[in-house]
């Protein structure tokens, strides 16, 4: 994406004392602003005075590569789950599509933030992940660019949000977001059908020659038989 340095942002990467920072905001139904600084940082980037927190429950988030093809780029952000604010979050509402956006920015010589970040990164909320252990408590949030909607599949997904939207009591997709395993359906699943129709009916294709074969000979044997008698018979 094309970016636009402000004059302020310019002179001081022209310094040698560069000290980036990360803003990071998550559109959940209660908007959530973090920053990987070691305090919190106050920024109007998005149009209004926002304050991000500091927080140690902010893991991290993995590498992405800007592409020149209209393509989607995914990237995913890691929040501790000890914060258990996080795991509800996910657990008790849609946040599917909730909006992902992350800046990067400078820090001047009195610690505060230099107009204006940039737009590192801008996405939704595509799926998330909850892993726990004995040690340790994460929640990974896949997020997608706006160009995953080319090639989104509309319909029921496997989460408790949209199992709840048509049946509301039912529970049954309450544990989704923890299954591991792969839900076989559609093409795949439509390919082995075909292929095992395809087999049986060559068994039986087999079957049927095999018994048209011994209808034949019996058939065969009726007809010779019925000549013989005949030939016996016109002979007396």
Not at 50 to 68: D, H, I
Not at 115 to 126: H, K
Not at 201 to 207: A, F, H, K, Q, R
Request: with cysteine; net charge neutral; hydrophobic share 40%.
């Amino acid at each position: 994406m094309a970016r636009t340095l402000t004059t302020a942002l310019k002179n001081e990467l022209l310094t040698n004392d560069i000290r980036p920072v990360h803003l990071i905001e998550i559109g959940f139904s209660t908007p959530v602003y973090l920053t990987d600084c070691g305090f919190p940082l106050t920024s109007s980037i998005s149009g209004t005075s926002r304050t991000y927190s500091a927080s140690s429950f902010l893991v991290g988030a993995s590498s992405f590569e800007e592409q020149v093809d209209i393509t989607k780029t995914t990237l995913n952000l890691f929040l501790s789950g000890a914060d258990q604010t996080f795991i509800s979050t996910c657990l008790n509402e849609n946040i599917v599509n909730d909006t992902v956006e992350i800046y990067r920015g400078l820090l001047s010589s009195s610690n505060s933030i230099i107009a204006d970040p940039i737009l590192l990164y801008s996405g939704n909320i595509d799926t998330f992940e909850i892993s726990e252990s004995t040690t340790e408590s994460n929640v990974k949030l896949l997020v997608v660019s706006h160009w995953a909607d080319f090639d989104k599949k509309n319909g029921r997904k496997t989460n408790n949000a949209s199992q709840q939207r048509f049946f509301s009591t039912d529970v049954g997709m309450d544990f989704s977001s923890q299954t591991v395993l792969d839900i076989k359906w559609g093409k795949e699943w439509l390919t082995i059908l075909l292929v095992f129709t395809n087999h049986l009916i060559d068994i039986i294709v087999l079957v049927m020659k095999q018994y048209l074969k011994k209808i034949k000979i019996v058939l065969n044997t009726i007809i010779t038989k019925y000549f013989k008698i005949k030939k016996v018979f016109m002979v007396l």
